[in-house]
Every structure is written in C-alpha cells, then in structure tokens.
T-cell receptor, first 113, second 114 residues
C-alpha cells in the first residue's frame, strides 16, 4: 500500500525552463511534507519542506505547493540547471506521533544543457 | 561541519554472515533513523532511536535485524545471518532533540550479499 506516490519515474527538461515534479498521497493524516534530492551513490539531501497548514513555501529556485483537497504536492524548480539532474523524492510525516517519513519512489530529473 | 557519518560505505557479505552498519549522527543530534532502499524503490523506514532507547521499530523485519544507539558511540544496525534479499542501500538520518521536522541523511552503506 503505497501512501506516497510519484507517478512519473523520469522527467527531462531543457536548461533554463521550469521543472515540475509531482507527488500524490492517500493519507490525510500527514502534517509535514519534504522534498529530497539524491545523486547516485550519495544519501538524500534535504531541499525544502512544507507544513500542512500552508499551501506554498519558496526557497530560491525551489517552490513547493501543497493542495490538501487534492492530496497533491509539487516541486517547482525554476530556472532548471544541469546540476539539478538527480532523483527527487517526496516524503510525508504522519501526525500519529512517530517521526518516521513515508517516501515516494522518486522521479529522475534530467536537465538538458 | 560534519554531517551524518556512516561506515562502511560498502559491505560485502556471504549468506549466513553478520553485517554491522554504523551511523554517527550530526553534532547535537540525538535522534537517529534507519531506512532501507531496495533497487528502484523509495526509502522505507526501519527504526527510530534516541540515546539508549528504541522509539519505533515498526519497519524492522521481525527476525535477524536489530538496532541500538548506546549512550556512547554510534548507532548500529545489525543484520544476522544475511540473505541475498538483504542486499540494499541502508541510510541513516538524524535530527536535533527539539525538532523532528527535518531529518538529515548520511551517505549510506551499500550492502551486497553474495
């Protein structure tokens, strides 16, 4: 039962354009969402997060949008750069009091120069 | 500014042997989490520990796997009598005592069972 889903396994974007990565969740009992970036043979690197009481959070080129009614999360990267090429994971934290994260399966972003 | 440290980075074991994976959290962090990533999958939560306490082990297999985070020293994930299906990347993350919002990950240990 995959509670956090990233339905696009891969995405290619031209350098300078916007990259939009999507994430859907099925459980309403998440209170915190995060995006991580992962390069091969490295650990996930925290990018940006958003609390469930907000609908947008912005940090430089990265913006995360949360649509609670649709149970949908998206990460916008603009402008995209070749160094952004990596696998992006969304993660959600349940409100149940445990602090474990539920991860999606990842989207591989390739930014073309 | 040392991040989360994990060692070894790569570990090869034969079936039936034991694997010990170590994790040193970031300075000032007292919460440790272990996750496992199988090929082409996302990270799956295994266990959450604080110093000398296991808080949540709901993701740990019932047999052969154990974890500890002693008062002194790194957290250890131990896998006894490894099988081929244990081959995966094991990631450790840590977070500070006050907040649990953001977990910071180590580089991972890639376990290969022959």
């Amino acid at each position: 039962d995959q509670q956090v889903k990233q339905n696009s396994p891969s995405l290619s974007v031209q350098e300078g354009r916007i990259s939009i990565l999507n994430c859907d969740y099925t459980n309403s009992m998440f209170d915190y969402f995060l995006w991580y970036k992962k390069y091969p043979a490295e650990g996930p690197t925290f990018l940006i997060s958003i609390s469930s009481i907000k609908d947008k959070n912005e940090d430089g080129r990265f913006t995360v949008f949360l649509n609670k009614s649709a149970k949908h999360l998206s990460l916008h990267i603009v402008p995209s750069q070749p160094g952004d090429s990596a696998v992006y994971f969304c993660a959600a934290r349940p409100t149940s009091g445990t602090y474990k994260y539920i991860f999606g399966t990842g989207t591989r972003l390739k930014v073309l120069a | 500014n040392a991040g989360v440290m994990q060692n070894p980075r790569h570990l090869v074991r034969r079936r039936g042997q034991e694997a010990r994976l170590r994790c040193s959290p970031m300075k000032g962090h007292s919460h440790v989490y272990w996750y496992r990533q199988l090929p082409e999958e996302g990270l799956k939560f295994m266990v959450y520990l604080q110093k000398e306490n296991i808080i949540d082990e709901s993701g740990m297999p019932k047999e052969r796997f154990s974890a500890e985070f002693p008062k002194e020293g790194p957290s250890i994930l131990r896998i006894q009598q490894v099988v081929r299906g244990d081959s995966a990347a094991y990631f450790c993350a840590s977070s500070p005592p006050r907040g649990v919002e953001t977990q910071y990950f180590g580089p991972g240990t890639r376990l290969l069972v022959l």
